[in-house]
């Protein structure tokens, strides 16, 4: 995934800006087939974190994952870390 946040060069005004450093795709999680029972993925949504809000109501990067008939969720602990 890539941290939308860390990408928007819109924001960098007056900051030095590395195109390298902030377009690298960063594995933030990773599960096995057999995790999910080998079913495919169906459908897939990811609600942001509230980080860059004004007023940061601590919600977290959040990544919701169907397979077939069952929902999976996925929630960021640790901010740019991965989580298995």
Known sequence: MIDLDKAN???FEGE???FDDQFKLHLLFEY?????????LTNIHA?????????????KLMVFM?????LYIWT???DGEMNH
């Open 47 to 59: 609600r942001g974190s509230s980080k860059k809000e004004k007023i940061d109501t601590n919600n």
């Open 9 to 11: 060069v819109k924001e």
């Open 32 to 40: 096995r087939a057999s995790d999910v029972e080998h079913k495919a």
């Open 76 to 78: 960021q602990m640790i």
């Open 16 to 18: 030095e800006f590395n």
């Open 66 to 70: 169907q397979h077939e008939d069952n």
